[in-house]
Nanobody, 126 residues
Framework: QLQLVESGGGLVQPGGSLRLSCAAS????????IGWFRQAPGKEREGVSC??????STNYADSVKGRFAISRDNARAYLQVNSLKPEDTAVYYC?????????????????????WGQGTQVTVSS
């Protein structure tokens, strides 16, 4: 059974950067598309970015294009978050879906993903 664990969150000033990591255990990520999502207090979970199982295709929400970058290998996925804004404050989750059931598509819907980590908090504040 695939398990995911996020790390790398923290408190950062506006304009700062973080690198979020999503580590897999129980299986490799070779056949899984990976999505990053975030949820702010009182708001719905939203898709931020995804990367295909091959790594050859990526998608980004309009709100983070040009600032965030997703990458992966067969054991981890990463989300480089740059030029952070206070509105980026949220719990960030990684998720996986086996490519038998689909890959990285736009829009990035939480209900398309089957395996979830516990989340890592990102707080952007001066």
């Amino acid at each position: 059974q695939l398990q995911l664990v996020e790390s790398g969150g923290g408190l950062v000033q506006p304009g700062g950067s973080l690198r979020l990591s999503c580590a897999a255990s129980g299986a490799t990520l070779d056949y899984y598309a990976i999505g990053w999502f975030r949820q702010a207090p009182g708001k719905e979970r939203e898709g931020v970015s995804c990367i295909s199982s091959s790594g050859g295709s990526t998608n980004y929400a309009d709100s983070v294009k040009g600032r965030f970058a997703i990458s992966r290998d067969n054991a981890r996925a990463y989300l480089q978050v740059n030029s952070l804004k206070p509105e980026d404050t949220a719990v960030y989750y990684c998720a996986a879906r086996h490519n038998t059931y689909g890959d990285c598509y736009d829009p990035i819907y939480p209900y398309d993903y089957d395996y979830w980590g516990q989340g890592t908090q990102v707080t952007v504040s001066s």
